[in-house]
């Protein structure tokens, strides 16, 4: 029988970054020769998911899972390389699989995440093996999850490049159309706040310096005093809460009513969430013929 110890474990996982029970079988296998380990995880495709680390992964899908059960609901995001990736089955099953983890779990951020349990590993080798798998980087890069003793409604649009959740409560039997007409108005309408009340006053106090330099630009309302402009100014912010406020937008279905009308006493809206993939991720810029000469120069080494 091999004979190694589980510092010897760790040293071939931070040295090779493949997952614990993939070392350990390395090292059963040769016969605790930490080198001749590493080169069989390399040769088995394992080791390469160090290497990928660095790797832009700007690509991805927004996925979600309910229990109502236990009245939890997850939305996450987890990224890739390529759009290619992002679209097949397997890709989609690794992000199903680690949302459940997150709703079993709560883990309180991304590095919580990685420390809990699928299976018998970790998050984080569970990814590391799954990297050496697929050939790209993947990276979880956020999550939020609802608690809730009323119902939570998700909404995944084009297989993941948006995905909303949003909690209600006082919820009427026969209402579930409505609200899951909701989701999908936070989807397209892209609101950023529930009421005019939870605007922060900052951002209230920008948006009126931006109206009162653009009408003082203007040559209509230029000679007139500044405590009337500031009175249309107040008047114009109608618009930015019909905008920005999801119970103030027009419904997407009806332009003649507005969400909360659609609502009505259905339901209370408490929160909701919106995730659009790679938003504010920096893209890989390559060409298909530079990456492909990348790969040939590589071959050569």
């Keep these: 029988m091999a004979e190694f110890t589980a510092k010897d474990v760790m040293t071939l996982r931070d040295k090779s ?28 495709g394992i080791a390469k998911a160090v290497k990928k680390e660095g790797r832009i992964a700007a690509e991805g ?4 899972y309910v229990c109502d059960k236990c009245g ?7 990224n890739c390389e390529s759009d290619f990736v992002s679209r097949g089955e397997k890709f989609h099953g690794i992000v199903d699989a680690v949302a459940k983890v997150v709703a079993e779990n ?3 951020d991304v590095e919580a995440l990685n420390a809990c349990k699928l299976g018998k590993e970790t998050v984080k080798d569970y990814i590391t093996n799954q990297t050496a798998v697929i050939g790209e980087k993947i990276s979880i890069r956020r999550f939020v999850i609802f608690e809730t003793k009323g119902k939570i409604e998700t909404y995944i649009h084009m297989g993941g490049k948006v995905g909303v ?34 605007v922060p006053q900052e951002v209230l106090d920008k948006e009126k310096e931006i109206m009162l330099v653009q009408m003082q630009n203007d040559p209509k309302n230029a000679k007139k005093p500044k405590d009337i402009l500031e009175k249309i100014v107040a008047g114009k912010l109608g618009k930015f809460y019909s905008e920005n406020c999801l119970l103030e937008q027009v419904f997407v279905k009806d332009d003649s ?10 339901f209370k809206l408490v ?31």
Excluded at 18 to 41: E, F, I, Q, R, S
Excluded at 72 to 78: D, H, N, P, R, S
Aim: aromatic residues 4%; contains cysteine; proline residues 3%.
């Design 271 to 301: 929160r909701f969430v919106r995730f659009e993939m790679g938003e504010g991720l920096e893209k890989k810029n390559e060409n298909l013929q530079d990456e492909v000469q990348k790969q040939i120069d590589a071959m050569k080494k």
């Design 61 to 64: 899908v927004v996925g979600a």
């Design 17 to 44: 970054g493949a997952g614990m029970l993939d070392c350990k079988k390395a090292l059963t296998d040769a016969n605790g020769d930490m080198d001749k380990a590493a080169d069989l995880l390399r040769e088995r």
């Design 257 to 266: 009513v507005k969400v909360s009308q659609v609502i009505g006493n259905k």
């Design 106 to 108: 709560k883990p309180a």
């Design 72 to 78: 939890v609901g997850v939305l996450i995001e987890i």
């Design 165 to 198: 959740m949003v909690e209600a409560v006082d919820f009427t039997a026969g209402a579930e159309e409505t609200l899951h007409d909701v989701a999908l108005q936070i989807a397209a309408s892209k609101p950023g706040y529930l009421v005019p009340e939870e």
